[in-house]
């Protein structure tokens, strides 16, 4: 890979993700850690929403919701799962393929711990994906929960964190004429060595 170098270059595609990520919270204006996630239901229909991602690890890119949501099903019974990472002010994207396991420890509860108060207490009062009557029921049932579980809610038990472990990793960034440069870093297994190769644009 003679060419792969500038934002390309380096033998951590992980730590690549990151650097992008880097640069791009000094040029979106909003959520540049943004990601579209696609999964599929129990009959292979896709589905596709946007999530924040809030941590890129040593092997592994990680995200949280509400386990009742119809996301967290779709993982849960696929295992597998999809993103793509845009960021329109530096003309580059990220896209990510892989097998899904869930946090729901230690790091969970300390990410769930470092969000405002407001959030933690939407995580309990939020049924997410399901039927909701009226936004005034949604508040209701805040001041409800607010009530119970008061300044310090534990992390809700239907609510955590899922790890996409990556065997496929591309990298794209805005080429001259559509002509764009795309890496594409792959593996059949985590435990594999990646291969890198350039697509054709």
């Not at 799962?81 to 845009?86: E, I, L, R, T």
């Not at 960021?87 to 994207?93: A, E, G």
């Not at 769930?112 to 939020?126: D, E, N, Q, T, V």
């Given at each position: 890979m003679s060419d792969r170098g500038g934002i390309f270059a380096g033998d951590d595609p992980f730590a690549i993700a990151r650097s992008w990520l880097v640069e791009a919270e000094a040029s979106e204006v909003n959520d540049p850690n943004a990601i579209a996630l696609a999964t599929v239901d129990a009959g292979g229909l896709p589905n596709v929403r946007m999530v924040l991602l809030k941590e890129i690890e040593a092997e592994s890119f990680v995200f949280y919701t509400n386990?009742?949501?119809?996301?967290?099903?779709?993982?849960?019974?696929?295992?597998?799962?999809?993103?793509?990472?845009?960021?329109?002010?530096?003309?580059?994207?990220?896209?990510?393929?892989?097998?899904?396991?869930?946090?729901d420890g230690s790091q969970a509860d300390e990410y769930?711990?470092?969000?405002?108060?407001?959030?933690?207490?939407?995580?309990?009062?939020?049924q997410q994906s399901q039927p909701l009557s009226s936004r005034g029921a949604l508040m209701a049932e805040v001041a409800r929960v607010t009530a119970k579980h008061g300044p310090n809610p534990e992390r809700p038990p239907f609510w955590g964190g899922y790890r996409l472990t990556p065997v496929e990793i591309e990298f794209w960034a805005d080429g001259a004429f559509r002509l764009h440069d795309r890496f594409r870093w792959s593996r059949e297994e985590v435990a594999q060595e990646w291969v890198i190769q350039r697509l054709s644009p």
């Open positions: 386990y009742g949501s119809a996301k967290a099903q779709e993982l849960d019974h696929a295992g597998k799962a999809a993103f793509v990472m845009h960021w329109k002010s530096l003309r580059r994207q990220i896209r990510v393929r892989g097998t899904i396991t869930r946090e769930y711990a470092s969000r405002s108060l407001k959030s933690r207490l939407g995580a309990w009062a939020s």
